[in-house]
């Protein structure tokens, strides 16, 4: 059963600094991976969508990277400002069908 | 395209009632899924279908939960009788089964609270 794993829980950063999200998946065998952000009270966002034969996707001031053989996955946000305070939640696709498996979310603040 | 389209937004409701969540996919998308939010258990699947036709209803916690999907552009999940320990969000999310399949499109939820 696919487990996925994102460190730290919650993170804390002034405006205008490079951060790096982590997420861990413990079957290698996945069909893509994907980033979403939630904001309070609402629902979620996709916000990088990376195939397993792919190493990283670009959007604006977001990185994703992917490495299957490790198991893991990254989220860059470069120059952080206070808008980007949200959940970010990691999602992992399963080969065989359209189900995803989701981390439990990293909490972001960042602070003016 | 309006995204994932959901009703009600928020709902209130005793203990014993029933209560009926609707979702309208988006259009061309032939995947449909139902998904629990808490504090305590974070995101989970309840259930899904392709086709209109329920794949995997295994997250379904008990029989109190029922969901439909008559056609392409409609489903509901239904809780009956409604249990205080059911208040959650309950998003709604499609997808297209191609090349991006997982590629889930989220509605902005229902809020329930069972009183």
């Known amino acids: 059963k696919q487990e996925v794993t994102q460190i730290p829980a919650a993170l804390s950063v002034p405006e205008g600094e490079n951060l790096v999200l982590n997420c861990s998946f413990t079957?290698?065998?996945?069909?893509?991976l994907q980033w979403f952000r939630q904001d309070p009270g609402k629902g979620l966002t996709s916000l990088l969508l990376?195939?397993?034969?792919?190493r990283e996707q670009t959007s604006g001031r977001l990185n994703a990277s992917l490495d299957k053989s490790s198991g893991r996955s990254t989220l860059y946000i470069a120059a952080s400002q206070p808008g980007d305070s949200a959940t970010y939640l990691c999602?992992?696709?399963?080969?065989?069908?359209?189900?995803?498996?989701f981390g439990e979310g990293t909490q972001l603040t960042v602070n003016p | 395209d309006a995204g994932v389209i959901q009703s009600p937004r928020h709902e209130v409701t005793e203990m014993g009632q029933e209560v009926t969540l609707r979702c309208k996919p988006i259009?061309?998308?032939?995947?449909l899924f139902w998904y629990r939010q808490t504090m305590m258990r974070g995101l989970e699947l309840l259930i899904y279908?392709?086709?209109?036709?329920?794949?995997?209803d295994s997250g379904m916690p008990e029989d109190r939960f029922s969901a439909k999907m008559p056609n392409a552009s409609f489903s509901t999940l239904k809780i009956q009788p409604s249990e205080p320990r059911d208040s959650a969000v309950y998003f709604c999310?499609?997808?297209?089964?191609?090349?991006?399949?997982?590629?889930?499109?989220f509605g902005p939820g229902t809020r329930l609270t069972v009183l």
């Open positions: 999310a499609s997808s297209w089964g191609g090349r991006r399949r997982n590629e889930q499109f």
């Open positions: 079957d290698s065998a996945i069909y893509n």
């Open positions: 990376i195939q397993s034969s792919q």
């Open positions: 999602a992992v696709g399963e080969t065989s069908g359209s189900r995803l498996t």
């Open positions: 259009s061309g998308h032939d995947y």
């Open positions: 279908f392709n086709n209109n036709v329920p794949i995997d």
